[in-house]
């Protein structure tokens, strides 16, 4: 048992409004300067969508991720053999176009335009060239479902959806999406660190969070292809690939990441999980049908003595066991089994975990009208407006078993906080509703509490990350002083 | 007469040692001061259809030229040995030729990518123009000379690898250099001022060409355990 520790994160579909808050408090820290204004470490889309880049989950077109060939994984874009035949051009790169065009407007005009007959309008203007330029498309173009004929019916998640299914989706006035934020999953099997020719990214050995060595990255743009989930981008100015840093200098001080800070619904939860690293490789290379479970049996009990035991061992730090202990992350994922990781099928393992949407699945009966009280309790999950399948596509690896699980449990909490509190479902009802879902009241009660009632503390448990115990700091506490960022006493500058 | 001498001298007796110094010192304090500019700042994220064109065709064509130059540089009497059949020269000399003109046709299409594409243009700075000159006329000269010149795996063999042997055991010997036609020794001089720019421009690169990948471990991790732990 090789036990490591990974700061790991839930997010909670049900509760996302979509205000794309995340998206701004992370673009306003990070993403603002030149060269990085097309990134969107943090991005909101709608589902159905094709999402950012278009169509990033077409594996097809980008060949991101694993696939096991000969019992063994293998990058789908790279090997050490291609690694030198692509060097020159990489074939699965997506461009600029993929993404958008960055621009501003002209809006100097609007004060030094000479007097005319017209009014003077700011033109816009691209970012990358400063000449005038066409807007094709922006970030959340197919916002709530803005567009659906060129964006949502193209969702690679609707495959294996009949006919009829798919057009219930996009039924006029019957229309249902969910939303579905995104940040890099620093994954416990990170395909873009595969793929690196330079070794320039790497995973932090105590907490797992994935970064891109700014000065050793050199462009050859190969990571930006491997991540299946596309959330490695290139900045064109510097000529460096950067990436969501999980706002390791906000949790090394204690603070959550500005996109979990930010957070109108609440969605958001972090905290550590403890893993086994030794069995991970067997674990990313079963059936896809089995990946959900294998990968949560790789995240072990940081209550049971051998793990504690294992993990002082491996030089994790006893506070960050006993924030394990505590870890909302836990509980979501391994405990409850609602949270489920997305496109699992890619098998990079990724740690950002998806409670799905339980909304727009209730809403599928008869005029619009939902039956509160049938024998069939769970019949609505199974005649969702929004098909199992589709779920079972995003969370499930094509299989709709595991957001099944979760949908039940957290359909048998509600009817258990009604039967509680308004009282219009009888206790009887309610017991047998979560017998059927594999749920006690007690473990109805902690869902609810840590769904709805959850304070700052509850949601982010950040493990102490111990920077002062770093060797490498001590050596030269002089070192970063009067650093302008993180790592550079000079602000990065482009080649030559 | 002596004034054109000394000119040869210079060119090919100095030349090569100050370029070599230069390369050798000015990427080394590039690496040590500012080593975040060793990328090769690929531009393809900003187009893609015509970088395949352009960059394929170029960085092969080199690749394989410049191997051919190293080969008859540290083995030339088995290119000679090689060289002894026709049929085998004629291969040699065709596909050396070959690889020459696909070099200057990526080349082309490259710099043709950098003027015409406005998102290109504006990642291209003065320095790039001069390298892509200094390419250009590389290249072109290297396909001229090959033309015009036939059979030049063999001459270098017999005249520049004994020349830049001689640079090597620091005794230059001019002779063969001095008679050469002004073709080639404008090949051979913009060769020797490319080594000495290569710190100033972006083919730094080449000098940090990933190789380590080719038989590292999959996965990176760093502890923070240890300065400069990577396991």
């Not at chain 1, 100015?237 to 204690?254: A, D, H, N, V």
């Not at chain 1, 699992?344 to 009208?369: D, H, K, S």
């Not at chain 2, 000394?6 to 090919?12: E, G, R, V």
């Not at chain 2, 500019?37 to 395949?52: A, D, I, M, P």
């Amino acid at each position: 048992m090789n036990v490591r520790s990974q700061v790991s994160m839930v997010f909670h579909l049900d509760k996302c409004i979509g205000c794309h808050t995340c998206s701004i408090a992370c673009k306003n820290i990070w993403t603002d300067r030149k060269g990085t204004e097309y990134m969107w470490w943090n991005n909101v889309e709608t589902k159905p969508g094709t999402g950012f880049p278009t169509a990033w989950e077409d594996q097809e077109k980008y060949n991101g991720g694993w696939k096991v060939e000969d019992g063994t994984l293998a990058l789908r874009s790279q090997s050490r053999t291609k690694s030198v035949v692509n060097m020159f051009h990489h074939p699965n790169l997506p461009t600029l176009d993929d993404y958008y065009h960055p621009w501003t407007y002209d809006y100097k005009n609007l004060f030094d335009a000479p007097e005319g007959s017209d009014q003077p309008i700011a033109r816009p203007i691209s970012m990358v060239t400063g000449e005038p330029v066409a807007i094709e498309s922006g970030p959340n173009w197919d916002d709530d479902l803005g567009g659906s004929p060129v964006y949502a019916e193209h969702d690679r998640n609707l495959e294996g959806l009949s006919e009829e299914q798919r057009q219930q989706l996009f039924a006029v006035e019957r229309l249902v999406f969910f939303y579905f934020p995104r940040i890099c999953n620093h994954c416990l099997n990170p395909a873009c660190v595969a793929a690196c020719p330079s070794g320039a990214l790497y995973k932090r050995g105590e907490d797992g969070i994935v970064l891109v060595d700014q000065t050793r990255c050199r462009a050859w743009r190969a990571c930006i292809a491997a991540c299946p989930y596309k959330k490695v981008y290139f900045n064109w100015s510097t000529g460096k690939s950067e990436k969501c840093i999980l706002c390791f200098p906000r949790l090394e001080t204690g603070q959550a990441p500005a996109c979990f800070h930010s957070c109108v619904g609440r969605i958001r939860y972090l905290g550590v999980l403890l893993y086994d690293a030794d069995r991970l490789e067997e674990a990313a290379s079963r059936p896809d049908d089995e990946l959900v479970e294998a990968q949560r049996s790789l995240i072990l009990d940081p209550f049971d003595p051998q793990v504690i035991a294992a993990a002082a061992a491996n030089g994790v730090h006893d506070s960050v066991i006993e924030s394990a202990q505590r870890s909302p992350v836990y509980q979501f994922v391994k405990v409850w089994k609602v949270a489920l990781p997305p496109h699992i099928e890619y098998r990079t393992m990724p740690m950002l975990f998806y409670v799905p949407p339980m909304a727009p699945v209730m809403a599928n009966r008869g005029q619009g009208v939902v039956d509160s009280v049938s024998d069939d309790l769970f019949h609505d999950i199974e005649a969702a407006r929004v098909p199992l399948q589709f779920l079972g596509n995003l969370f499930g690896a094509g299989h709709d078993a595991k957001v099944r699980y979760a949908l039940r449990k957290q359909k048998a909490v509600r009817w258990h906080r009604r039967a509680e509190t308004v009282g219009d479902v009888d206790r009887a009802t309610a017991d047998r509703m979560l017998r059927e879902a594999d749920c006690t009241a007690e473990e109805a009660e902690a869902i609810y509490r840590l769904t709805s009632l959850c304070t700052f503390e509850e949601r982010f448990v950040i493990p102490p990350m111990h920077r002062e115990e770093a060797l490498q700091m001590l050596e030269e506490p002089m070192e970063h002083k009067q650093a302008a960022g993180f790592g550079f006493i000079k602000a990065p500058r482009r080649g030559v | 007469m002596t004034s054109v001498l000394s000119l040869d001298a210079l060119l090919f007796g100095v030349l090569p040692y100050v370029a070599l110094a230069v390369f050798l010192l000015g990427s080394i304090a590039r690496y040590r001061g500012w080593r975040y500019s060793y990328s090769s700042l690929s531009s393809q994220f900003l187009e893609n259809r015509q970088h395949f064109w352009g960059l394929v065709p170029f960085h092969y064509g080199i690749l394989v030229v410049l191997t051919g130059h190293l080969v008859a540089f540290l083995i030339p009497r088995s290119v000679l040995a090689w060289n002894a059949q026709p049929l085998r020269l004629y291969v040699l000399e065709v596909s050396a030729l070959a690889f020459g003109v696909l070099t200057v046709i990526g080349l082309a299409a490259a710099v043709w990518r950098r003027i015409t594409v406005g998102r290109v243009r504006r990642v291209t700075n003065t320095r790039d123009w001069v390298l892509f000159a200094m390419l250009g006329v590389q290249t072109v000269t290297g396909v001229l000379v090959a033309m015009l010149y036939p059979w030049g795996s063999s001459w270098f063999a017999a005249t520049a690898a004994p020349y830049l042997w001689s640079l090597v055991f620091l005794r230059p010997d001019l002779t063969a250099m001095a008679a050469m036609p002004w073709l080639v020794k404008t090949h051979i001089v913009t060769a020797f001022v490319l080594v000495g720019y290569t710190p100033f421009s972006r083919l730094v690169h080449v000098l940090v060409a990933p190789l380590p990948y080719l038989w590292r471990k999959p996965q990176v991790v760093r502890w923070y355990r240890g300065p400069g732990v990577v396991s």
